[in-house]
C-alpha cells in the first residue's frame, strides 16, 4: 500500500529553518516523482519543489528558489525539504506527493500527483 507521511513542521520565527521529510512506502522512491505543494489559509494549493526519479534532478518555484533545497535518500526511501531563511508567507499546510515520472531521466513534474500525505502544518511567525 502506498503511503506517504509527513513531518517536521513547526513553528519558527522569521529567518529561521525547518527541514521537512516525508517518508514513503509501498513503491521504489528512485521509481517515482516526488513533490512538495503547499496550501495558505485562503490560497489555492501551489507547488514548490520536485525531485527527479533516477537522477534526482530538482526543480522549485520562484517563490522558494534560492531559499528551499529537496534531496532524496533512497536507502531509507525518504524526501526531505530544507527551507532556509523563511518568512511569514510561508506559512502553510505543506503536502508530498508521488507520481510516476514522464519518463526516466527527464526533470520532475508537478503535474497530477497520484498520492498524497496528510500534511504538516508551517507556521512562520515572531
Known amino acids: 500500500q502506498v503511503q506517504l507521511v509527513e513531518s517536521g513542521g513547526g513553528l519558527v520565527q522569521p529567518g529561521g529553518s525547518l527541514r521537512l521529510s516525508c517518508a514513503a512506502s509501498?513503491?521504489?522512491?528512485?521509481?517515482?516523482?516526488i513533490a512538495w505543494f503547499r496550501q495558505a489559509p485562503g490560497k489555492e494549493r501551489e507547488g514548490v519543489s520536485c525531485v527527479s526519479a533516477g537522477d534526482g534532478r530538482t526543480y522549485y518555484t520562484d517563490p522558494v528558489k534560492g531559499r528551499f533545497t529537496i534531496s532524496s535518500d533512497n536507502a531509507k526511501n525518504t524526501v526531505y525539504l530544507q527551507m532556509n531563511s523563511l518568512k511569514p508567507e510561508d506559512t502553510a499546510v505543506y503536502y508530498c506527493a508521488a507520481r510516476p515520472p514522464i519518463l526516466l531521466g527527464t526533470v520532475c513534474t508537478l503535474s497530477s500527483p497520484l498520492y498524497w500525505g496528510q500534511g504538516t502544518q508551517v507556521t512562520v511567525s515572531s
Open positions: 509501498g513503491f521504489p522512491l528512485d521509481r517515482a516523482d
